[in-house]
Nanobody, 115 residues
């Protein structure tokens, strides 16, 4: 069955870095665009970063441009989000999403940025 499993979340101090990974299975990963979303308590889920199926097209929310980098490895069926210069406002549950005709979501991983 389709699975998206995020990992790499945790507690980090402001200015620190984390690398999130999402392992995909059960569908043809290389044909799906992938995205990272996040949802903070009491707020709507928001798009953080997007990468096309081939990896050549990326886009970012203004709030993370220059700090976050999305990448994918179609041979390993994984998508990653490198997060640098983290801020307290980056605190949220981070989700990966696969999009083609249907959307698939992972279960999320908590990122907490706090001193």
């Amino acid at each position: 069955q389709v699975q998206l499993v995020e990992s790499g979340g945790g507690l980090v101090q402001p200015g620190g870095s984390l690398r999130l990974s999402c392992a995909a299975s059960g569908f043809m990963f290389s044909t799906y665009a992938m995205s990272w979303y996040r949802q903070a308590p009491g707020q709507e889920r928001e798009l953080v970063a997007f990468i096309g199926s081939g990896g050549g097209s990326t886009s970012y929310a203004d709030s993370v441009k220059g700090r976050f980098t999305i990448s994918r490895d179609n041979a390993k069926n994984t998508v990653s989000l490198q997060m640098n210069s983290l801020k307290p406002e980056d605190t949220a549950v981070y989700y990966c999403k696969a999009t083609r005709i249907l959307n698939y979501w992972g279960q999320g991983t908590q990122v907490t940025v706090s001193s």
